[in-house]
């Protein structure tokens, strides 16, 4: 599995605001070309990937942005599935064809899915099972259940 995309948010819990966002394109290195099922599930096409930066230009630009946006404020990934951060990530790193420093920043993140799980009121609502990642932290954050 590699990443072809990823879009973080800078998420404010103090004010509950996304104060930025960024998208990011890989180009593949194992399958360089897309399926079918893929394309259509994430509206991504060839010729996007195919024009994209590999993964350590993107890394590259992830740091740099991370640090011109946050620089030494308190902050954490939160993800919505720890493979992410466990397998997916650094598997990437390994493929990426350049010896890359993982920082201490990405071995630390909340999985939010855990989280809103052992939450009871998450099991009482069906409207907060359709809450996208940006909407849980917000939501545990206004229930003092997100201490990040």
Known sequence: MEIVEFS???LNLRTNKIE???GFLVKPIRSSKLDKNFKDKTG???QDVDKADSWAENYDKLNKWLTE???KNSWIFVTDASIDFKVI???QMNISGRDLEIH???KHYVN??????KDQYFRKTDELKKLNINEMAIYLNNQNKLNI
């Open 8 to 10: 973080p948010v800078i």
């Open 89 to 91: 990530f650094p598997e």
């Open 104 to 106: 201490d920043y990405y």
């Open 69 to 71: 946006k946050l620089g």
């Open 20 to 22: 930025d966002s960024k």
């Open 44 to 46: 991504i096409q060839q």
């Open 112 to 117: 939010i899915q855990d989280i809103f799980i």
